[in-house]
């Protein structure tokens, strides 16, 4: 044990478990992106707690999605996304929208945007982006997207995510 630091990898590699464990005391905010599908013109989303502002000018945040994300190619085809910042409350939003397949909004009441997409109801932000650009980032794409428009929309704490769960902040 080196400077009587625990190793934490095997030939170099660390383990994603651990990984995982140590990263996941980090809170984070929970997002859900949606669009209207270009094809059918029925709303599509994700959940995603990996979000973050990049820059003021130009107005700039970028998240993260999986490579094997089924809903991100219907999303990033629509010419606008939505970022939804969500709400302490809204853990089951975040569960639908994060199950592969289905309708994922079956159930869920929104909004337009005004730009077109859906705005989730008790959400407590919204942001209309544009994809400014894509970097892969091994299992992941980073996404850049370009705030167009944005504003609050209700009042309440956000839904945060910290050790493998949810809750709010007090």
């Known amino acids: 044990m080196p400077n009587g630091l625990p190793p934490e990898s095997a030939n170099g ?24 599908d270009p094809v059918t013109g029925e709303p599509c989303g994700l959940a995603a707690n990996s979000f973050t502002s990049v820059s003021l000018d130009p107005p700039l945040v970028a998240f993260c999605v999986a490579h094997t994300s089924t809903s991100w190619p219907r ?13 302490e409350h809204q853990q089951p939003v975040c ?50 997207a370009r705030v167009l428009q944005l504003d609050t929309h209700a009042d309440g704490g956000p839904l945060v995510f910290f050790r493998g769960g949810y809750g709010g902040f007090r």
């Open 95 to 144: 569960a639908q929208l994060a199950t592969r397949g289905g309708d994922k909004f079956a159930g869920l009441g929104w909004t337009g945007s005004p730009g077109g997409n859906p705005v989730l109801d008790g959400a407590l932000a919204w942001m209309d982006c544009s994809v400014e650009a894509e970097h892969p980032a091994g299992d992941h794409v980073i996404v850049v």
């Open 13 to 36: 590699h660390l383990d994603s478990r651990r990984f995982r464990q140590v990263l996941g005391r980090f809170a984070t905010g929970v997002v859900a992106i949606t669009a209207l």
């Open 75 to 87: 999303v990033r085809g629509a010419k606008a996304l939505t970022v939804n910042v969500l709400a």
